[in-house]
């Protein structure tokens, strides 16, 4: 079973940055895609940015590119998303999320098998 725990959110103020992680443990990850999605109060569920495992690969969502990078450290299992110029709209929920393999929906958070808790992420204006 994965298991996938995210750290690193907090308060921060509109123009800061900060990096969130997400530790995996539970298996072998060869062909996993791990992403971040994010929910703000009463909207839906949105795509950040995907990774893959093996080759590295990067897919974010547009109107993130720039600001946001993911990365990942095979031999930490853990993903990374370091977030610059952070804007009050910003705040959200961030979440983990991972599948065995590549899906040209990585946008959509129903095709991804497992995910974390979340970490809560406010920006301040």
């Known amino acids: 079973q994965v298991l996938l725990v995210e750290s690193g959110g907090g308060l921060v103020q509109a123009g800061g940055s900060l990096r969130l992680s997400c530790a995996a443990s539970?298996?072998?990850?060869?062909?996993?895609?791990l992403g971040w999605f994010r929910q703000a109060p009463g909207k839906e569920r949105a795509f950040v940015a995907a990774?893959?495992?093996?080759?590295?690969?990067?897919y974010y969502a547009d109107s993130l590119k720039g600001r946001f990078t993911i990365s990942r450290d095979r031999a930490k299992n853990t993903v990374y998303l370091q977030m610059n110029s952070l804007k009050p709209e910003d705040t959200a929920i961030y979440y983990c999320?991972?599948?065995?393999?590549?899906?040209?929906?990585?946008?959509?958070?129903?095709?991804?098998?497992?995910w974390g808790q979340g970490t809560q992420l406010t920006v301040s204006s």
């Open positions: 999320a991972g599948r065995r393999a590549y899906s040209s929906q990585l946008y959509s958070p129903g095709v991804y098998d497992y």
């Open positions: 539970g298996r072998t990850f060869n062909n996993d895609v």
């Open positions: 990774i893959t495992w093996s080759s590295g690969n990067t």
